[in-house]
């Protein structure tokens, strides 16, 4: 039996019990803990480093400031360029708005700071111009991931509403834009990791209001090496924390979703 | 105009009247370019014609083998495609009155009954009653939970479309049509992949349909000759001809028509028994099938 289960962690799609989960996630925590501990780098700062950087942060530095800052950057832009690139994408069905569409998918080649210049014209410095670069940074992703689930509809279920009689929004509607939220959701999830490492750049080019990217900009230029791990595992745990909240809004919200998956 | 008060619930034996004609396809031609530039003529001049028989149900099916373009006659019948040449006209009502099909006068139930997965199986009656058959929310739903009864789905009415088996989809999917008040109703190879004891449920679900709706017509595309012959009361044989050497002329057309209720097998119990019924499927399986 216990060999059983034990093959099965190298099995394709293997199944294992959630003990066996928690065993694992507990091995690889140690295993990752016992490599930062006894790592040959001398420039790693060691966990307890880190950890008395973050406390000072937060004691003497104002990270929760720092955070609250990045957040509302983070939630904003987010919302915006869910909007945006839900009727960039939406807009791609319409053969008028196609090209439009793929040329917003093809900015996404394009290095962030090709875009600088028309930014610093168009808005003013501080959070409308940091929410404005985000928001286009990443819709530019976004509408990549939503036109391609969008694509993916197959035809059987457009014909499906021709048949019954549906007219055209109809057929957006039922086709189109209703069952593929579950799907949007998840592009939104998967592109808020892109967010954050757009945050950070962003925060670095506008300084004044501070933030998590501007902290950490600060803190790498003056060697500050323990601050800088320990601002970086703060952002992995917010997108954690970010992830969870996707997957359990997905399950509340679209419930079939994940029927449909299992099947 | 007729309801379906007069409708009578078959088997039925009797006389036939056969009025007005329901649906007709006129020399109806479909090639597609192919990627080497050649023209494929799939259906050249197909002329087909489903008449209207009083107190009869309506079950004709399209039968043919592979790649006799039956779901492209198909395709054209629910005006999801236009011919090249030719036209399908469908009856609009009135008497001897005829039209050119369009989308959404014919109902089809596609071969791996899409549904729409984020409704519940109840909603995807409701919802298009709503939108197509013009109901009020209030009848619409009366009307859907006295189907889903009829139809063994009660249970199932406040599942996912997802937790269905096959043989419900296939029932959600037929009701949808029927609920939208689709006159025409096109199954698409029905009982492709399923086991002699689920073709056999099928077949009896069918002609349940049929005889409960007989204002409705039931065009059944499939290569299953024996399910074709049980089902219905016309079978159209679809293929290409043979020239005198035996090679075959492009483009599939009605070859042959069986009138079963001529033939006095239409509607039959226990059919599978009668000499005739074995008589033509041995005929169509071992002479027309292989003609074509």
Same mark, same amino acid.
């Given at each position: 039996?216990?060999?059983?289960?034990?093959?099965?962690?190298?099995?394709?799609?293997?199944?294992?019990?959630?003990?066996?989960?928690?065993?694992?996630?507990?091995?690889?925590?140690?295993?990752?803990?016992?490599?930062?501990?006894?790592?040959?780098?001398?420039?790693?700062?060691?966990?307890?480093?880190?950890?008395?950087?973050?406390?000072?942060?937060?004691?003497?530095?104002?990270?929760?400031?720092?955070?609250?800052?990045?957040?509302?950057?983070?939630i904003?832009?987010l919302v915006?360029a869910t909007v945006?690139s839900l009727l960039?994408s939406y807009?791609?069905?319409?053969?008028?708005?196609?090209?439009?569409?793929?040329?917003?998918?093809?900015?996404?080649?394009?290095?962030?700071?090709?875009?600088?210049?028309?930014?610093?014209?168009?808005?003013?410095?501080?959070?409308?111009?940091?929410?404005?670069?985000?928001?286009?940074?990443?819709?530019?992703?976004l509408?990549?991931g939503m036109?391609?689930v969008i694509?993916?509809i197959?035809?059987?279920?457009?014909?499906?509403?021709?048949?019954?009689?549906?007219?055209?929004?109809?057929?957006?509607y039922t086709v189109v834009a209703r069952p593929t939220l579950p799907h949007m959701m998840d592009i939104v999830a998967q592109n808020a990791?892109?967010?954050?490492?757009?945050?950070?750049?962003?925060?670095?080019?506008?300084?004044?209001?501070?933030?998590?990217?501007?902290?950490?900009?600060?803190?790498?230029?003056?060697?500050?090496?323990?601050?800088?791990?320990?601002?970086?595992?703060?952002?992995?745990?917010?997108?954690?924390v970010e992830d969870a909240i996707f997957v359990f809004l997905r399950r509340m919200l679209f419930p079939y979703s994940t029927l449909a998956e299992r099947a | 105009?007729?309801?379906?008060?007069?409708?009578?619930?078959?088997?039925?034996?009797?006389?036939?009247? $056969?009025?007005?004609?329901?649906?007709?396809?006129?020399?109806?031609? #479909?090639?597609?370019?192919?990627?080497?530039?050649?023209?494929?003529?799939?259906?050249?001049?197909?002329?087909?014609?489903?008449?209207?028989?009083?107190?009869?149900? #309506?079950?004709?099916?399209?039968?043919?083998?592979?790649?006799?373009?039956?779901?492209?006659?198909?395709?054209?019948?629910?005006?999801?495609?236009?011919?090249?040449?030719?036209?399908?006209?469908?009856?609009?009502?009135?008497?001897?009155?005829?039209?050119?099909? $369009?989308?959404?006068?014919?109902?089809? *139930?596609?071969?791996?009954?899409?549904?729409f997965d984020d409704l519940r199986v109840v909603d995807n009656? *409701?919802e298009?009653? *709503?939108?197509?058959?013009?109901?009020?929310?209030?009848?619409?739903?009366?009307?859907?939970?006295?189907?889903?009864?009829?139809?063994?789905?009660?249970?199932?009415?406040y599942s996912w479309p997802v937790q269905?088996?096959?043989?419900?989809?296939?029932?959600?999917?037929?009701?949808? #049509?029927?609920?939208?008040?689709?006159?025409?109703? *096109?199954?698409?190879?029905?009982?492709?992949?399923?086991?002699?004891?689920?073709?056999?449920?099928?077949? #009896?679900?069918?002609?349940?349909?049929?005889?409960?709706? @007989?204002?409705? @017509?039931?065009?059944?595309?499939?290569?299953?000759?024996?399910?074709?012959?049980?089902?219905?009361?016309?079978?159209?044989?679809?293929?290409?001809?043979?020239?005198? =050497?035996?090679?075959?002329?492009?483009?599939?057309?009605?070859?042959?028509?069986?009138?079963?209720?001529?033939?006095?097998?239409?509607?039959?119990?226990?059919?599978?028994?009668?000499? $005739?019924?074995?008589?033509?499927?041995?005929?169509?399986?071992? =002479?027309?099938?292989?003609?074509?």
């Amino acid at each position: 039996m216990q060999e059983n289960k034990l093959s099965s962690l190298l099995k394709l799609r293997g199944e294992i019990t959630k003990p066996i989960r928690l065993a694992l996630l507990s091995g690889w925590m140690l295993l990752f803990l016992i490599f930062w501990i006894f790592s040959p780098m001398k420039a790693l700062p060691t966990p307890t480093e880190v950890l008395l950087a973050l406390r000072r942060m937060f004691a003497e530095q104002h990270l929760l400031y720092h955070l609250v800052v990045t957040l509302k950057l983070n939630i904003v832009g987010l919302v915006y360029a869910t909007v945006v690139s839900l009727l960039i994408s939406y807009l791609g069905t319409l053969p008028l708005f196609y090209h439009l569409n793929r040329a917003v998918q093809l900015l996404r080649y394009i290095p962030f700071v090709g875009f600088n210049l028309i930014f610093l014209t168009l808005f003013t410095i501080g959070f409308p111009l940091k929410v404005a670069w985000l928001t286009t940074g990443m819709s530019f992703f976004l509408v990549t991931g939503m036109t391609a689930v969008i694509e993916s509809i197959p035809r059987m279920k457009y014909e499906l509403a021709q048949v019954l009689g549906y007219n055209g929004w109809q057929t957006f509607y039922t086709v189109v834009a209703r069952p593929t939220l579950p799907h949007m959701m998840d592009i939104v999830a998967q592109n808020a990791a892109i967010g954050w490492v757009m945050i950070t750049s962003i925060e670095t080019y506008a300084r004044t209001e501070g933030g998590i990217g501007a902290q950490i900009y600060q803190y790498s230029s003056t060697n500050n090496l323990a601050e800088v791990y320990g601002l970086l595992m703060l952002i992995g745990l917010i997108a954690a924390v970010e992830d969870a909240i996707f997957v359990f809004l997905r399950r509340m919200l679209f419930p079939y979703s994940t029927l449909a998956e299992r099947a | 105009m007729a309801s379906y008060e007069d409708c009578v619930a078959g088997p039925l034996e009797g006389h036939v009247e $056969r009025r007005e004609a329901l649906l007709k396809l006129e020399r109806v031609t #479909q090639s597609f370019r192919m990627n080497n530039g050649v023209e494929l003529v799939v259906l050249k001049e197909l002329d087909l014609e489903i008449i209207d028989i009083k107190f009869k149900p #309506q079950i004709v099916s399209l039968l043919g083998p592979s790649g006799s373009g039956k779901t492209t006659a198909l395709r054209i019948i629910a005006g999801l495609d236009k011919p090249k040449f030719g036209q399908v006209l469908i009856g609009d009502g009135e008497q001897g009155s005829l039209r050119r099909v $369009r989308a959404g006068d014919v109902g089809v *139930v596609f071969q791996r009954y899409p549904l729409f997965d984020d409704l519940r199986v109840v909603d995807n009656l *409701v919802e298009p009653a *709503v939108r197509i058959g013009k109901m009020s929310r209030k009848e619409a739903l009366d009307q859907a939970l006295q189907y889903l009864d009829r139809f063994n789905l009660v249970r199932q009415g406040y599942s996912w479309p997802v937790q269905l088996s096959g043989g419900q989809r296939q029932r959600v999917a037929i009701l949808q #049509q029927l609920i939208t008040g689709k006159k025409f109703i *096109v199954l698409d190879e029905p009982f492709s992949g399923l086991d002699p004891i689920s073709v056999s449920n099928a077949i #009896q679900l069918i002609s349940e349909i049929a005889h409960q709706h @007989t204002l409705n @017509t039931f065009i059944i595309v499939t290569h299953d000759v024996s399910a074709a012959l049980l089902i219905s009361d016309h079978v159209y044989l679809l293929g290409r001809e043979r020239d005198e =050497k035996g090679n075959p002329l492009p483009g599939a057309r009605v070859v042959k028509v069986y009138d079963l209720i001529a033939e006095g097998i239409a509607y039959r119990d226990n059919m599978e028994d009668l000499p $005739r019924y074995r008589e033509l499927y041995k005929q169509i399986c071992r =002479k027309d099938f292989p003609l074509l």
